[in-house]
């Protein structure tokens, strides 16, 4: 099975600073990682895909980048809807499919 | 509008068994694969099951191997998951997921079903 891991576990943030969260997997996953946004409550929801793409209706501050094992999921400007957890997950050996930790953003 | 709900939660004894449903509406129910995904109480997300469009193929988590059963109706637009022989550790809100076509990431999400396994 591949194993995710994420740093930081949680972090503390302004509006308008930029944000790097990273995920890595113990083997290599050739950019087959997804990001998700969870708020206290919801669902999770869909960020970005295929390591970089962003999904349909994201904002352009999402982005996501990296290869191999390691992967970054990077806000440009932190806005005040943007604090949530977030989970990387891979879907290159499935079953099964794995998620990492999660990185929780909140307000500094 | 692409909507999941889930339904069938609610609070059991160890041992006990329990029926999780999740109605689909607003797309092609039959053509994509769908997965069960669960979050214990201030947890992560763990992957569950899943299930092929045809319901040919079906995978499980080890944690929950012989114990669950995913099943659809594409007749019905239904993904279902038969819980028996629960465990405390699996409390956790169940959430149905959609695969995105082609992929195993998750485009659409349920609004989650509280499984509370206590005595």
């Known amino acids: 099975d591949i194993q995710m891991t994420q740093s930081p576990s949680s972090l503390s943030a302004s509006v308008g600073d930029r944000v790097t969260i990273t995920c890595r997997a113990s083997q290599g996953i050739s950019n087959s990682l997804a990001w998700y946004q969870q708020k206290p409550g919801k669902a999770p929801k869909l960020l970005l895909y295929a390591a970089s793409r962003l999904e349909s209706g994201v904002p352009s501050r999402f982005s996501g980048s990296g290869s191999g094992t390691d992967y970054t999921l990077t806000i440009s400007s932190l806005q005040p809807e943007d604090f949530a957890t977030y989970y990387c997950?891979?879907?290159?050996?499935?079953?099964?499919?794995?998620f990492g930790p999660g990185t929780k953003v909140d307000i500094k | 509008e692409v909507q999941l709900v889930e339904s069938g939660g609610g609070l059991v004894q160890p041992g006990g068994s329990l029926r999780l449903s999740c109605a689909a509406s607003g797309f092609t129910f039959s053509s994509y694969e769908m997965n069960w995904v669960r979050q214990a109480p201030g947890k992560g997300l763990e992957w569950v099951s899943y299930?092929?469009?045809?319901?040919?193929?079906?995978y499980y988590a080890d944690s929950v191997k012989g114990r669950f059963t995913i099943s659809r109706d594409n007749a019905k637009n239904s993904l279902y998951l038969q819980m028996n022989s629960l465990r405390a550790e699996d409390t956790a809100v169940y959430y149905c997921?959609?695969?995105?076509?082609?992929?195993?990431?998750?485009?659409?999400w349920g609004q989650g079903t509280l499984v509370t396994v206590s005595s």
């Open positions: 997921a959609r695969n995105s076509l082609g992929a195993y990431y998750f485009d659409y």
């Open positions: 299930i092929s469009s045809s319901g040919s193929t079906i």
């Open positions: 997950q891979q879907y290159y050996s499935t079953p099964p499919i794995t």
